[in-house]
């Protein structure tokens, strides 16, 4: 099945604004807290909310005690007071474009004006701007409503953020014709105005479209109003286990969209389903391609073969036979994600809830296999040399004393434990005599910053899960664009000096050439995660794993041609 995800899809700003600072309330603030309604509506997300103690407040209470958060929505100024005077402290995460409007209303009904808001009757965002109205807020909802209005006073009209904007349109020049004395205040967000362009658009390329988020949340309704309007079949999910597989074979190509409020993890559940089915006209040979890949991704294979490919690129540009130490790699690599993905089974229910699915269904032949792995990479160590076996117990140990300790805490301190391990494996173990070999040092440096970029970039996909429970990465720390930004000059740098040691060190051959091919595809990651949609993990973890196996080719048809 062909499957196309919008440009704009998931959380907007506001609502991943509010929900940082949840998470950040949650770790430094003592007492109760709480978030005042759901912050968002996804039960997965509100459940690791209550884990790390923050609870849903439905209705104020006379007294209380703890800080309440208020949502991205927004409140009703006597809201915040009763808040206040049952004795919470209360912060702040309405969206900076809600206060907007909200000051606007508040504004205008202060000099006298009627405050016209168009939005949709009982939601949460229309009765704070309403609230802000006081007495001169007029709420209009529907076209009779409309009609039916009669303004003796100037008055002003705004929206509700997430309206849809050629019907505010139509709505207030109406309502202007008719009553002249009157001024329009396009509030609706521009977030909100691109995804539903996107959606018209995504819906014109494709044959149906999926809208994923919760059925209560009225922009998410939207999406699935404007696909209809378009003329394609809607599917209105909120989770993945909503798919209607049967449905969805009669089409050969599906759009997925989703609310401003529905979490990346379970966007990518319903793209990997999705992605499964077969589509009408899709041949066993493209279907069969796919979901050997997905195999190869979900049993963490891929992962141990991108760590085999390192070594063979490495062995190969210092001149090393043998494929002894690729087996050490690709043995050691699996079974260390797979026992890692299997313990940290927290993050991946969030990153990549089919994979973490897949993993715990055989969980047995997956633990099997990783302490074989384990075993025999040891033992083939063992066979290499003493030295050899010693190095890998040196990187097995590092391994343990990071998880075990507090180092973990520390921001980037994962990427450049897996970046020395990796290196260590691909560099050191086949070396013959590596305390002794200068390349075998330049050729470690190198691989080193190339893991360095393949962790950033998986670091950038797994963002939204990593954050939830906590974990403390580079690009939580600076953020994505940030980040994306620095890995786009450290590809740009590393790609020149990379090429030196070809050109100027003696003994150093073309292969070595396969270190710029291979920063420069970093560099074509990069640009594609600006340009694609992050949500899509599959297709994007194998293109990151992939970096590995391009330098590995490059190195092989680079000694053989030159
Ligand atoms: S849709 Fe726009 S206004 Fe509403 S919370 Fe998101 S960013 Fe803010």
């Known amino acids: 099945m062909k499957v196309k995800l919008a440009r704009i899809a998931g959380f907007c700003m506001g609502v991943r604004e509010a929900m940082d600072l949840a998470l950040e309330v949650s770790s430094g603030f003592d007492g109760p807290i709480f978030t005042y309604g759901p ?22 209470p006379e007294k209380g005690e703890g800080t309440v958060i208020i949502r991205a929505h927004g409140i009703t100024p006597l809201e915040r007071n009763r808040l206040e005077e049952a004795g919470f402290q209360v912060i702040d995460g309405t969206c900076p474009r809600v206060i907007k409007v909200q000051s606007i209303a508040g504004h205008y009904a202060e000099k006298g004006f009627l405050v016209v808001v168009v939005g949709d009757k009982g939601h949460p965002e229309v009765k704070g701007i309403l609230g802000h109205a006081g007495e001169k807020g007029i709420l209009v909802s529907s076209e009779d409503e409309l009609k039916a209005l009669s303004l003796n006073a100037p008055y002003i ?12 349109k139509e709505w207030s020049d109406w309502l202007l014709k008719k009553f002249p004395d009157g001024r329009i205040f396009d509030t609706i967000c521009d977030s909100t105005k691109r995804r539903q362009e996107e959606v018209r658009r995504l819906a014109s390329e494709v044959e149906a479209v999926i809208v994923v988020g919760g059925k209560k949340s009225a922009n998410t309704k939207r999406l699935a109003e404007i696909v209809e309007e378009e003329g394609k079949e809607v599917f209105f999910v909120e989770t993945e286990r909503e798919i209607d597989e049967d449905a969805l074979r009669r089409f050969s190509s599906v ?15 319903v793209l990997r ?6 589509g009408k006209d899709e041949s066993i040979f493209s279907r069969a391609i796919w979901r050997t890949l997905r195999f190869l991704h979900e049993s963490n294979l891929w992962t141990g073969l991108s760590g085999a490919s390192l070594c063979i690129g490495a062995s190969n540009i210092l001149g090393i036979k043998g494929y002894l130490g690729a087996l050490i790699a690709f043995f050691l690599v699996f079974a260390m994600h797979t026992l890692n993905r299997l313990i940290d089974e927290k993050s991946g229910r ?11 269904k055989y969980k047995k032949v997956f633990l099997s296999a990783s302490i074989f792995g384990v075993v025999a990479a040891f033992g083939l160590a063992l066979y290499l040399s003493t030295l050899k076996f010693v190095i890998l117990l040196f990187v097995v140990a590092l391994g343990l004393l990071y998880s075990v300790t507090r180092l973990k805490e520390l921001p980037g301190s994962k990427t450049l434990f897996v970046a020395g391990a990796w290196a260590t494996l691909s560099v050191l173990i086949p070396c013959k005599d590596p305390f002794n070999s200068p390349s075998c040092w330049l050729v470690l440096f190198f691989v080193f910053f190339l893991v360095i970029l393949r962790d950033v970039l998986m670091e950038i996909i797994d963002l939204q899960g990593d954050r939830l429970v906590g974990r403390e990465t580079m690009t939580i720390l600076l953020g994505e664009e940030k980040v994306l930004k620095f890995t786009a000059v450290l590809c740009t740098i590393f790609a020149v000096i990379s090429s030196f040691p070809s050109i100027f060190l003696k003994g150093m051959g073309a292969s070595f050439l396969a270190f710029p091919i291979a920063f420069l595809y970093g560099l074509f990651l990069v640009k594609y995660f600006k340009r694609e949609k992050l949500g899509q993990n599959l297709r994007l973890e194998l293109m990151v794993e992939a970096l590995s196996m391009v330098f590995m080719v490059s190195s092989l048809i680079l000694s053989i041609a030159i």
Do not use: C, M
């Open 157 to 168: 009209i705004v929206a509700q953020t997430t309206q849809d904007r050629e019907r505010f």
């Open 39 to 60: 912050l968002i509506h996804n039960p997965s997300a509100l459940e690791l909310l209550r884990e790390k103690g923050v609870e849903v407040l439905k209705e104020i």
């Open 350 to 360: 969030f990153n990549d809830p089919l994979r973490t699915a897949f993993l715990l």
């Open 255 to 269: 759009g997925v969209t989703a609310g401003a409020s529905t979490p990346n993890w379970v966007i990518n559940g």
């Open 273 to 278: 389903r999705v992605e499964a089915i077969p």
